[in-house]
C-alpha cells in the first residue's frame, strides 16, 4: 500500500533553533500534502495544505513565517520550524493523498515528528 | 464547514467483550467518513472508510462501522476486542464537494483501553 515517510521521528534540540521535518510519499506521487498538529491526548489539528510548486494554504491563526513549507516535488513537501520555542513542541503529521487516485481518495500518514524544545 | 464529535474521550472494555466507539458529525454538504487508529508515538492507520454505497462498512482488524444518515453517525464496532486494540482512535469526515483541498476534520479521539 501506500507509504508515507516522516523524518526526523523524534527531534530535541534548544531554544531559537530551526527544524526541518521531512514528508516523502515513497511509492506514490502527491500534489497534495496536509501538515497538522496534535498536542498530547489531542485530535490533529490542521496547520496548512501543501501544494507542489505554490504556496501553502494556512490555517487561521497559523503563523505562516514561523512554519515555512515547501512543496518542491511531487514526493517531497518539508515543514521547517523557525527559531523554535518550548511552545512549539509537540507531535507534528503529515500525510499525503494520490495524485493518481480517484477524488475520495483517503489520505495517507506518516508515522509523525516528535518535536521537544528545551 | 464539517465537525465532528466523539462523545466518549475513554472507552475501558475487557478482552473479548463487544465494543462501540461513537461519532456523530454535522455538515450543510455530503461528506466522507473515515475511522483511524493511531498507536502511541505512530502517525494514523486507516480501519474504514464510507465513500457511498452499503452503509454497513467492513474494515482491517475485525472492525466494521455503520453510516447513519438520519441521526448523522458513522459508529464503530468491534465484537471482541484484543489487548493489541488499546490505541486511540479518531473519527473523521472530508468534504465531498472540497475538491481543491480534502483535508480532513477529526474528531478528539477516544481511547480505548482493554483490560484483562
Known amino acids: 500500500g501506500a507509504v508515507v515517510s516522516q523524518h526526523p521521528s523524534w527531534v530535541i534540540c534548544k531554544s531559537g533553533t530551526s527544524v526541518k521535518i521531512e514528508c516523502r510519499s515513497l511509492d506514490f506521487q502527491a500534489t497534495t500534502m496536509f501538515w497538522y498538529r496534535q498536542f498530547p491526548k489531542q485530535s490533529l489539528m490542521l496547520m496548512a495544505t501543501s501544494n507542489e510548486g505554490s504556496k501553502a494554504t494556512y490555517e487561521q491563526g497559523v503563523e505562516k513565517d514561523k512554519f515555512l513549507i515547501n512543496h518542491a516535488s511531487l514526493t517531497l513537501s518539508t515543514l521547517t520550524v523557525t527559531s523554535a520555542h518550548p511552545e512549539d513542541s509537540s507531535f507534528y503529521i503529515c500525510s499525503a493523498r494520490d495524485v493518481s487516485g480517484i477524488s475520495n481518495q483517503p489520505q495517507h500518514f506518516g508515522d509523525g515528528t516528535r518535536l521537544s524544545i528545551l | 464547514a464539517q465537525s465532528v464529535t466523539q462523545l466518549d474521550s475513554q472507552v475501558p472494555v475487557f478482552e473479548e467483550a463487544p465494543v462501540e466507539l461513537r461519532c456523530n458529525y454535522s455538515?450543510?454538504?455530503?461528506?466522507?467518513l473515515f475511522w483511524y487508529v493511531q498507536y502511541p508515538n505512530q502517525g494514523l492507520q486507516l480501519l474504514l472508510k464510507?465513500?457511498?454505497?452499503?452503509?454497513l462498512v467492513k474494515g482491517i482488524n475485525g472492525f466494521e462501522a455503520e453510516f447513519n444518515k438520519s441521526q448523522t453517525s458513522f459508529h464503530l464496532r468491534k465484537p471482541s476486542v484484543h489487548i493489541s486494540d488499546t490505541a486511540e482512535y479518531f473519527c473523521?469526515?472530508?468534504?465531498?464537494?472540497?475538491?481543491?483541498?480534502?483535508?480532513?476534520?477529526f474528531g478528539s479521539g477516544t481511547r480505548l483501553q482493554v483490560q484483562p
Open positions: 464510507y465513500l457511498s454505497g452499503s452503509t
Open positions: 473523521a469526515v472530508s468534504d465531498y464537494m472540497d475538491t481543491g483541498r480534502r483535508a480532513l476534520t
Open positions: 455538515s450543510s454538504v455530503s461528506v466522507y
